[in-house]
């Protein structure tokens, strides 16, 4: 269950990282719980699938706790090093394909689980996981300000842009904050082809719910095309909107490396020790 477990990683990975450190050792204690709630406002667990999802995912989380968390402080540890240095936007680039590679692995391994757990969701479930798609598409367009063309697109980027700036170097001046705008004003915001990109997965991921309960299969071909979902989640199959994307990527990893090469050295102190306490959060917790 892809769509699912990828929100498991966000819980364990990047929102966590995004918490402070208290929050990362109450949220990853408690990202199982979390996981399993996050599934329930979506499906509306039966008693036997919420059993089912809570034994599954403890066994997950204790599986990553034991042997992702090490890895992810050498993510952490690699990240301080671009922070400490003069990154390229290739840099930037292969440390989010790190982020990325790490989510594929906790989907893979747990692949074997959720084709046990898919032949059990109802129609019903899959109509109200649409619907809850449906109210939180809504709620993503309003915040990147979907309806407001290129120009409030553009504002919305700038604003996630800085509260994520801010939020590991410290407050930007006036002077900071006026050559971030340029910078986003320079590219596409690309929040409308990112919302299509969305809406696909999204699609694919109910057709294949839908497919299952139309038609029964062994639990190994359930696996395959889960597998099958997985290779084309993160970027689009035809070439065309496979370039669109991979332009973009490059063009925020150019962002990411602009912004570091405009903070102050006291700025970049801040970010360091942001990054040393998550290392050493994410050793106890993997100890």
């Given at each position: 269950?892809?769509?699912?477990?990828?929100?498991?990683?966000?819980?364990?990975?990047?929102?966590?990282?995004?918490?402070?450190?208290?929050?990362?050792?109450?949220?990853?204690?408690?990202?199982?719980?979390?996981?399993?709630?996050?599934?329930?406002?979506?499906?509306?667990?039966?008693?036997?699938?919420?059993?089912?999802?809570?034994?599954?995912?403890?066994?997950?989380?204790?599986?990553?706790?034991?042997?992702?968390?090490?890895?992810?402080?050498?993510?952490?540890?690699?990240?301080?090093?671009?922070?400490a240095g003069q990154p390229t936007a290739a840099d930037a680039l292969a440390l989010g394909e790190g982020i990325i590679r790490r989510g594929r692995s906790l989907a893979e391994q747990a692949t074997p689980d959720v084709a046990d757990f898919l032949p059990t969701v109802t129609p019903e479930q899959i109509e109200r996981m649409a619907r809850r798609l449906a109210e939180k598409n809504a709620d993503y367009a309003r915040e990147a300000h979907l309806a407001d063309?290129?120009?409030?697109?553009?504002?919305?980027?700038?604003?996630?842009?800085?509260?994520?700036?801010?939020?590991?170097?410290?407050?930007?001046?006036?002077?900071?904050?006026?050559?971030?705008?340029?910078?986003?004003?320079?590219?596409?915001?690309?929040?409308?082809?990112?919302?299509?990109?969305?809406?696909?997965?999204?699609?694919?991921?109910?057709?294949?719910?839908?497919?299952?309960?139309?038609?029964?299969?062994?639990?190994?071909?359930?696996?395959?095309?889960?597998?099958?979902?997985?290779?084309?989640?993160?970027?689009?199959?035809?070439?065309?909107?496979?370039?669109?994307?991979?332009?973009?990527?490059?063009?925020?990893?150019?962002?990411?490396?602009?912004?570091?090469?405009?903070?102050?050295?006291?700025?970049?102190?801040?970010?360091?020790?942001?990054?040393?306490?998550?290392?050493?959060?994410?050793?106890?917790?993997?100890?």
């Amino acid at each position: 269950m892809p769509r699912l477990i990828r929100q498991f990683a966000l819980l364990l990975v990047t929102g966590l990282l995004l918490q402070g450190c208290s929050g990362v050792r109450l949220g990853y204690g408690n990202a199982d719980s979390l996981a399993r709630w996050w599934i329930d406002q979506y499906l509306d667990l039966a008693p036997e699938q919420d059993a089912l999802a809570r034994e599954r995912l403890a066994r997950l989380h204790a599986w990553h706790r034991n042997s992702q968390l090490p890895d992810y402080v050498a993510l952490l540890r690699q990240g301080k090093q671009l922070v400490a240095g003069q990154p390229t936007a290739a840099d930037a680039l292969a440390l989010g394909e790190g982020i990325i590679r790490r989510g594929r692995s906790l989907a893979e391994q747990a692949t074997p689980d959720v084709a046990d757990f898919l032949p059990t969701v109802t129609p019903e479930q899959i109509e109200r996981m649409a619907r809850r798609l449906a109210e939180k598409n809504a709620d993503y367009a309003r915040e990147a300000h979907l309806a407001d063309g290129e120009e409030g697109q553009r504002k919305a980027r700038y604003k996630r842009l800085l509260e994520r700036a801010e939020y590991w170097f410290d407050d930007f001046s006036d002077g900071q904050k006026a050559a971030l705008r340029q910078l986003v004003d320079s590219q596409s915001s690309g929040s409308r082809f990112w919302y299509e990109e969305r809406l696909r997965r999204q699609r694919d991921w109910l057709d294949l719910m839908r497919r299952v309960l139309r038609e029964p299969a062994p639990r190994e071909r359930i696996m395959q095309w889960l597998r099958d979902y997985a290779a084309g989640f993160d970027m689009p199959a035809d070439p065309a909107r496979l370039a669109q994307a991979q332009a973009l990527r490059h063009a925020s990893a150019e962002v990411a490396v602009a912004i570091q090469a405009m903070t102050t050295p006291a700025q970049q102190a801040h970010a360091r020790h942001k990054l040393d306490e998550l290392i050493r959060d994410f050793t106890l917790l993997s100890q």
